[in-house]
């Protein structure tokens, strides 16, 4: 465990390192950039240690896998963030542990979280997943709606009871014009966040950027970066 403790305080602090060399580059200060650590394929005992050196936002993209590692956590002083995509039937759960769901999408599924939270007596922050790879009216390969969707959807966030539009995540496309790009789909990304903001200013949150480009995502202007196996190692292959 004392091993596996300093492999990933080295992980991380080459992790910070990275983004406050980014933050430095793009003239922004380094507390505007929120580290999420993506903890799927990795054990509750590695959660315990990122607790114990300051992790404090983490994300899962299974409810199978996140439910029973958030319940054994539950003593830590952590923000679950979901960032999979969702099915309606696992949103009862994941509102019982997830601060925030960054892969909002489609109506149906704003209905369920809302009613989820109500039951729950919670209030939820609602990212919308934005497809820069989907036509309009279309969804994306890894889900997320059309930029020109965005509006519509934090509309309806922001209309059903028990849930808030907190901003806007992108997974950096593979298809399409930006593909290969990511400095330019980020660039997107906050033009349309601009937009949003204009319609519901408190829905300020970007979410973009994974271990190979977290540069690009913070030289965009992203408020949060999803890190995975920069901190916690190359993940086991499933199956």
Known sequence: MTDRRTQLADNLAQVEERISAACAAAGRKREEVTLIVVTKTYPASD??????????????????????????????????????????????????????????????????????????????????????????????????????????????????????????????????PYAGRPRAAFDRLMEIATDLRAAHPAANMVSAGMSADLEDAVAAGATHVRVGSAVLGVRPRLG
């Open 47 to 176: 959660v315990r240690l990122l607790a114990e050196l300051g992790v404090r936002h983490v994300a899962e993209n299974r409810d199978q896998d996140a439910a029973p590692k958030a319940a054994e956590c539950s003593d830590l002083p952590l923000t679950w963030h979901f960032v999979g995509q969702l099915q309606t039937n696992k949103v009862r759960s994941v509102v019982n542990y997830a601060g925030l769901v960054h892969s909002v999408d489609r109506n149906r599924l704003v209905t369920a979280l809302s009613t989820a939270a109500v039951r729950a007596g919670r209030e939820l922050d609602c990212l919308i997943q934005v497809a820069l790879d989907a036509e309009s009216g279309a969804r994306g390969e890894r889900g997320g709606v059309a930029p020109d969707a965005v509006v519509a959807l934090a509309d309806a966030i922001a209309e059903a009871e028990g849930l808030r539009p907190a901003g806007l995540m992108t997974v950096a496309p593979l298809e399409g």
